[in-house]
């Protein structure tokens, strides 16, 4: 039965996501409260009951607070058969897509998905969770680029951009994003994950073919057709008037983000505030655009 709680626990407020599906990353900023909640709340997936449990199979409660149902995200991967990390120097985490194969790919895909690299890869003086571009990094990553040029042969370095992400001092442990732009402005969820393990490379996923087997390439004429619908956007959009309504902007991040699934280019724009009604906490407000092309 449903029972009243009273809880004190840290509130996460999501402040970002990196695109790339299935590759899903949030980040919190936190802050400590005391809160009722409604407890000993059951899911059922499937008509079968399902019980969410932390890495240890020790079972934890799902909740609801203000309406709203709240589940532990490593039940989420479980649920959905996804791998999940957490950076606790970054308070990120991260849930990865399994590559779902038939046993006659198998082969193909211990080669290309899971091959591992000769030497070490040393991330150890590249800034954590910036994207830079990736042919700046040729020499350093060339063990890493020989393996995306093994499962995409068109693969072309300057078109791609990567993000590090290591959770340990020594950059042995962690993973490399590595995103497909159109253009110089275009970010895309054509995406490469390379998970590093002691030094090397056990496993690249691409977000995208293993997942959706109808993906295709755009054309040279389509991206060229992108880019100037995305260069007369931002020409115009520099003519709006911003208007901030006092509020308290910490951080703010615009993209463009262009989806190979649905097709859909957006304009994105958040602002990361600090919040007086929850004391200082930084939560984030956020805009989306379409743009036409």
Same mark, same amino acid.
């Not at 994003?177 to 002691?198: F, M, P, R």
């Given at each position: ?47 079968? =009951? ?47 897509? =399994? ?28 800034? +954590? ?82 997942? +959706?087997? +109808? ?79």
């Amino acid at each position: 039965m449903s029972k009243k709680k009273i809880m004190s626990l840290t509130m996460a407020f999501v402040l970002g996501v990196v695109i790339g599906t299935p590759i899903v990353s949030y980040v919190y900023a936190s802050l400590t409260k005391t809160i009722e909640v409604v407890s000993g709340i059951n899911i059922e997936i499937n008509g079968e =009951k399902f019980i969410p449990k932390d890495a240890n199979g020790k079972e934890v409660d799902a909740f609801i607070y203000n309406g709203t149902t709240y589940v532990p995200i490593r039940a989420i991967s479980d649920i959905y058969g996804s791998d999940i990390d957490w950076d606790g120097e970054s308070n990120t985490v991260s849930l990865f897509g =399994k590559v779902e194969v038939s046993k006659n790919d198998i082969s193909k895909v211990n080669e290309l998905v899971s091959h591992k690299i000769d030497g070490k890869l040393n991330t150890s003086t590249i800034e +954590n969770g910036k994207e830079l571009n990736l042919i700046d990094y040729e020499d350093k990553f060339k063990d890493l680029i020989v393996e995306l040029k093994k499962i995409n042969k068109d693969f072309d370095v300057k078109k791609y951009k990567f993000l590090v992400n290591m959770y340990t001092e020594d950059g042995n442990d962690g993973i490399i994003k590595v995103y497909y732009y159109i253009g110089d402005k275009i970010k895309t969820n054509k995406v490469y994950v390379a998970i590093i393990e002691n030094g090397r490379i056990s496993k690249i996923t691409d977000s995208l073919k293993s997942n +959706n087997s +109808n993906f295709h390439n755009l054309t040279t004429d389509e991206e060229k057709n992108i880019i100037d619908k995305v260069n007369k956007f931002l020409k115009d959009r520099e003519k709006v008037k911003d208007n901030n309504n006092g509020e308290k902007i910490k951080e703010r991040k615009t993209e463009i983000l262009y989806d190979y699934l649905t097709s859909e280019l957006k304009y994105i724009d958040t602002k990361f505030i600090i919040s007086d009604e929850l004391d200082g906490a930084i939560v984030d407000k956020t805009i989306e655009i379409e743009i036409e092309y």
